[in-house]
Every structure is written in structure tokens, then in C-alpha cells.
């Protein structure tokens, strides 16, 4: 069953902003590590971005200073704020958490930026 949802994609300038959210439902075991990865049309999936369970974050050099991760544990939610954004971010993003023993991944959503 689903267990990790993305949304907060669409169409968006260059320039623009957009927001994803990473909501779990159902049973979640603890996780160590959320983070964001994406994939473009005819690439390899990349990290993006993630968060360790003491607060620690990562990004890769193409994101670094325009996107931000952060969570809200009290929702079960990570987010990925995406500033400044270029073609190149166009993308599907998903979530992936991982812990001890376990490793969920969302479906992905849709992120297009064109003028």
C-alpha cells in the first residue's frame, strides 16, 4: 500500500517557487534518513536533498542555496522548498525515507518549469 505521497508539483517560470510536501500514511517504521530525489527526462535519478534524523542536511551542488528540506515530525511531513528554479530542475520528484531495516519511496510528482 502507499505509504509515502508527494504532491505540491506543477508548472511553474523560471524564476519561480514551488513547494513539495512528503506526507507518510499508514505504518511507518523509524527512519534515519528522508530525502529528495529526482529524475529528468533521459537521466539517472539524483539526489536532491536530505535530511538526517539529528538535523543534519545535504544537497547536491546544483540545488545548494536554492533549495531548502525540512520536516515537521508532528505531521509526518517532509518538505522541499524550491526557489530560483531553471529548466534544468524540470523533473519527477520523490521522496525516499530510509531507516534500519526499511526503505519506502513515494510515486513521484511532476515538476516542469518552462516559460
Known amino acids: 500500500q502507499e505509504q509515502l505521497k508527494e504532491s505540491g508539483g506543477g508548472l511553474v517560470q523560471p524564476g519561480g517557487s514551488l513547494r513539495l510536501s512528503c506526507t507518510a500514511s499508514?505504518?511507518?517504521?523509524?527512519?534515519?534518513?528522508q530525502a529528495w530525489y529526482r529524475q529528468g527526462p533521459g537521466k539517472q535519478r539524483e539526489l536532491v536533498a536530505s535530511?538526517?534524523?539529528?538535523?543534519?542536511?545535504n544537497y547536491a551542488d546544483s540545488v545548494l542555496g536554492r533549495f531548502t528540506i525540512s520536516r515537521d515530525s508532528d505531521k509526518n511531513t517532509v518538505y522541499l522548498q524550491m526557489t530560483d528554479l531553471k529548466p534544468e530542475d524540470t523533473a519527477v520528484y520523490y521522496c525516499?525515507?530510509?531507516?534500519?531495516?526499511?526503505?519506502?519511496w513515494g510515486l513521484g510528482t511532476q515538476v516542469t518549469v518552462s516559460s
Open positions: 535530511i538526517y534524523d539529528g538535523g543534519t542536511t
Open positions: 499508514g505504518s511507518i517504521s523509524r527512519v534515519n534518513i
Open positions: 525516499h525515507w530510509m531507516g534500519k531495516a526499511v526503505d519506502y
